[in-house]
């Protein structure tokens, strides 16, 4: 059994959370930046896992732009889908808007991982804001944003339960 995981982020959470989830699987993983990915790839894969970051709602072209193409061939094959973003937010509205309703509706699982926040991460703008973000959040009291190992488990097992199948 073998199983794509193509991503795409503009943080290293979404990489990270991949790397994760693939380590929780009983199958051999291919990790698969987005850019890298092709239409050939879906056909070698017998589960294919999509994971993207969400910010404020959006997501990278990248991710449109490759679904757009090779939404036949994902729409034949078992096909996950992984948003990183904010928790409390209604996320098979999020899911639509990211990953079209066509294929959330075709898909055997989606879940959100929740994201986390690294000062040491991008240019010095980007740092910078991550940084001012950080802040506010001490400044509120507010706990700081963090990846969600519950949820990256439970869908790991739900994965696992479907490859035994």
Same mark, same amino acid.
């Given at each position: 059994m ?6 795409s982020?503009?943080?290293?959470s979404?990489?990270k959370s991949?790397?994760?989830l693939?380590?929780?699987?009983n +199958? ?22 999509i994971?993207c970051? +969400? ?6 072209? +990248?991710v449109?732009?490759y ?7 994902? *729409?034949? *094959? ?9 928790e409390?937010?209604d996320?098979?509205e ?9 294929l959330?509706n075709?898909s ?9 926040l ?24 507010k706990k700081?944003?963090?990846?969600n190992?519950n949820?990256?488990?439970k869908? +790991?097992d ?5 490859i035994?199948?």
């Amino acid at each position: 059994m073998n199983i794509a995981i193509i991503h795409s982020t503009s943080s290293k959470s979404t990489e990270k959370s991949c790397r994760i989830l693939s380590d929780k699987i009983n +199958a051999e993983i291919q990790l698969i930046p987005i850019e890298k990915a092709k239409a050939e790839c879906i056909l070698k894969y017998n589960y294919i896992i999509i994971a993207c970051s +969400a910010y404020e709602g959006k997501v990278q072209n +990248a991710v449109k732009r490759y679904i757009s193409r090779n939404i036949r061939t994902l *729409k034949e *094959k078992p096909i996950a889908l992984i948003l990183n973003c904010e928790e409390g937010i209604d996320i098979t509205e999020r899911l639509n808007r990211a990953f079209t309703e066509e294929l959330v509706n075709s898909s055997i699982a989606s879940s959100n991982f929740g994201y986390e926040l690294d000062p040491d991460e991008g240019n010095i703008i980007e740092k910078r804001k991550i940084n001012k973000i950080i802040d506010n959040y001490k400044k509120e009291g507010k706990k700081l944003p963090a990846l969600n190992m519950n949820e990256i488990e439970k869908f +790991a097992d739900y994965i696992n339960n479907m490859i035994e199948k």
